[in-house]
């Protein structure tokens, strides 16, 4: 027979973990608040200009469709002069919006609010066919946001036009430039609060 195997060594106790220290803790749970609560309203920031480029991109499509229309009728050149003058009734009631309809050389065949600066980029490549790319910059101390189609007339020999149209979105970046501002604050104010309560909660227990 074999031998019995001897006993098994008792385990040695496993050293005891020393708690960690009130300010560390404080500090810790203030990092991964804050963390989150960042994330958290970067997430909010981001949900909302999505949302207000797709009511300016709505908007738009809205308005270059309605350019499409006028544009349908050129079908002479009586029309073709006329042409300027229609699209004056259409959009020139709407203070916020610019408009560009431009030749195939670059030529402006009508213009509304020339102060929107429209971006060399956007009417050199209009889209084909809708929904164009949104493009945003800065122009006269104010945000833009616009959009360019190439469209056609009806007209026999008219070369395809130019119609770039922006949006005056001012009050949106300021309502995300506020909103942002409100967010940090929030964000910094909660973690100093919660790293003030673990403190005072570490504290307490020792």
Do not use: C
């Not at 350019?67 to 009734?89: C, I, K």
């Amino acid at each position: 027979m074999n031998p019995p195997a001897p006993p098994l060594a008792a385990p040695a106790d496993a050293p005891a973990r020393t708690p960690m220290p009130p300010r560390r803790l404080a500090l810790t749970l203030a990092a991964a608040a804050a963390l989150l609560l960042a994330l958290l309203a970067a997430v909010v920031l981001l949900a909302l200009r999505m949302h207000f480029e797709a009511q300016g991109r709505a908007l738009l499509h809205r308005e270059l469709a309605q350019a499409q229309q006028v544009l349908a009728g050129v079908d002479d050149t009586a029309a073709l002069a006329a042409m300027p003058a229609r699209m004056a009734d259409v959009f020139g009631a709407q203070p916020a919006l610019a408009v560009r309809i431009q030749g195939p050389l670059g030529q402006p065949l009508y213009e509304k609010l020339p102060r929107a600066n429209l971006p060399p980029a956007l009417l050199a490549r209009p889209a084909l066919a809708p929904p164009g790319p949104l493009v945003t910059w800065q122009a006269d101390g104010t945000h833009w946001r616009g959009s360019a189609l190439v469209m056609r007339m009806p007209l026999d020999g008219a070369a395809p036009l130019t119609v770039a149209m922006a949006l005056e979105v001012a009050h949106d970046e300021d309502f995300l430039r506020h909103l942002r501002a409100v967010l940090a604050a929030y964000v910094l104010l909660a973690a100093l609060a919660l790293a003030a309560l673990a403190g005072w909660l570490g504290r307490a227990r020792t």
